[in-house]
């Protein structure tokens, strides 16, 4: 996908009023709906026609849909097409079957590529699915799909309203969760037998309060270097791969 400062070619958005109204009316994914900050009339229906359809709705400057459509006539709204179908969290569990359930929880990753390198490497170390946020989250777009190297196909992928209380109903269903965090137990002393959660925060900010309050365990990397992150994808592969090392050593766990 061209970078914004190249837009010419883009396939994956759909400008103006009446083109996003028919987008929503239609049954093809959208990702989300940008609205220029201040207008009214039209827009207004389309914002209230996206919510009921579970579209996040995003106010952006004017200068930011021009630049988003290489200055096409937008008339002050965008539509971001999906690069692949969510799935309902039921698709998770029957991906599990009767394995313990193994799901990667990435809490406002922001990075697209960050989120498609971390749904290759969930698929790629047996993960039954991903499970991100609707808001402060990159959602499957087409450069995360193309990330991904195609593992969004294989691997479901559900964005809830609320990751908290998602991780309090499956804990509910037996999960226990391990939050990747610098201040955790060493994450290759962790038991991550049984039906296991690993939530994974962005570099910035890290896994939210509430979240981490949620989480049973914290799970964490040594840093010998001057740097005292790793990249998101880059951590929530190893202590993935862990993960999977444990189950290899347990009948049945996959």
């Known amino acids: 996908m061209p970078k914004d400062s190249d837009n010419s070619q883009r396939d994956d958005i759909v400008i103006g009023r009446n083109a996003v109204l028919e987008l929503l009316r239609s049954a093809a994914p959208v990702e989300a709906v940008f609205i220029q900050k201040g207008l009214s009339g039209t827009v207004t229906k389309i914002a209230a026609i996206a919510r009921d359809s579970g579209v996040p709705v995003k106010d952006a400057a004017a200068v930011k849909l021009d630049n988003m459509c290489a200055h096409g ?4 709204v965008i539509a971001l097409t999906a690069g692949a179908d ?3 969290m039921d698709d998770i569990f029957k ?3 009767d394995a313990p359930l193994f799901v990667v929880i990435a809490d406002e990753i922001e990075d697209p590529h960050n989120l498609g390198a ?16 609707k808001r402060r989250s ?17 691997l479901p992928v559900v964005r809830v309203a609320n990751i908290a209380e998602t991780i309090e109903t499956l804990k509910k269903r037996g999960v226990w969760f391990y939050a ?20 994974i925060g962005s570099e910035g900010k890290g896994i939210g309060r509430l979240v981490k309050e ?13 740097i005292n992150s790793l990249n998101a994808s880059v951590a929530g592969g190893i202590i993935m791969y862990e993960i999977a090392r444990q189950r290899m050593k347990t009948p049945n766990s996959r």
């Open 73 to 76: 006539n937008h008339q002050g």
């Open 86 to 88: 969510y799935n309902e």
């Open 95 to 97: 991906r599990a079957g």
């Open 118 to 133: 971390l749904i290759r490497t969930a698929e790629a170390a047996g993960a039954h699915g991903l499970i991100i946020p």
């Open 138 to 154: 990159a959602g499957l777009t087409f450069t995360v799909a193309k990330a991904s190297a195609g593992a969004v196909a294989h």
């Open 180 to 199: 990747a965090d610098m201040e955790g137990q060493l994450w290759c002393e962790t038991d991550f037998g049984g039906p296991c959660g690993l939530v």
């Open 214 to 226: 949620r989480c049973d365990f914290a799970v964490s990397l040594p840093m010998f270097g001057q």
